[in-house]
């Protein structure tokens, strides 16, 4: 599986190019981009896979107060674009990371078909990102690390 097969990544950016494309294979074609938390509070577009939503529409960044936004930093996991009256081209948005704040969402497109994803796959996918965000974010945190040695020099 997918989940398993995360933990074998060095690199996060490696790992969220996998991951979109796994979403997207998954969401048949939808799309799904990856974004992750500036500094500013938008959020900017880290990777995105190359049909469905982020190909048709989805912005670079997103506004700190996106609906999407909004309701996955009041605790939701999943938000319906629809639901929370969001004009983002896709279908949902879902945490991948939240420690103290909204790290990083992933949005998710509609599919071609029509049809929208049915509540065991969305169980699905919130279960994979749950996992995956945190192997995703322990990557971020070596690379932090690596970078903090390489300017500083080791710890004495």
Same mark, same amino acid.
Request: with cysteine.
């Given at each position: 599986?997918f989940?398993?097969?995360?933990?074998g990544?060095?690199?996060?950016?490696s790992?969220?190019?996998?991951?979109?494309?796994?979403?997207?294979?998954?969401a048949?074609r939808?799309?799904?981009?990856?974004?992750?938390?500036a500094?500013?509070?938008?959020?900017e577009r880290?990777?995105?896979?190359?049909?469905?939503?982020?190909q048709?529409?989805?912005?670079e960044?997103l506004n700190?107060?996106? &609906?999407v936004?909004?309701?996955?930093?009041?605790?939701?996991?999943?938000?319906?674009?629809?639901?929370?009256?969001?004009?983002?081209p896709?279908e949902l948005?879902?945490?991948?990371s939240?420690?103290?704040e909204?790290?990083?969402l992933?949005l998710?497109?509609r599919?071609?078909?029509g049809?929208?994803l049915r509540?065991?796959?969305v169980?699905?996918l919130?279960?994979t990102l749950?996992s995956?965000?945190v192997?995703?974010?322990a990557?971020r945190w070596e690379?932090l690390q690596?970078?903090r040695?390489r300017a500083?020099? &080791?710890?004495?």
């Amino acid at each position: 599986s997918f989940t398993a097969d995360a933990r074998g990544f060095t690199e996060a950016s490696s790992l969220a190019a996998a991951l979109v494309g796994a979403i997207d294979r998954f969401a048949a074609r939808a799309g799904a981009t990856l974004y992750v938390r500036a500094s500013d509070g938008r959020f900017e577009r880290k990777q995105a896979s190359t049909t469905g939503a982020s190909q048709t529409g989805a912005p670079e960044t997103l506004n700190a107060d996106e &609906p999407v936004a909004v309701a996955l930093r009041a605790g939701r996991s999943v938000a319906r674009c629809d639901e929370v009256h969001s004009t983002l081209p896709g279908e949902l948005a879902m945490v991948l990371s939240r420690q103290r704040e909204l790290d990083a969402l992933v949005l998710i497109g509609r599919r071609h078909d029509g049809c929208v994803l049915r509540s065991d796959e969305v169980a699905a996918l919130r279960a994979t990102l749950q996992s995956v965000g945190v192997e995703w974010q322990a990557l971020r945190w070596e690379a932090l690390q690596r970078e903090r040695v390489r300017a500083c020099g &080791p710890a004495p």
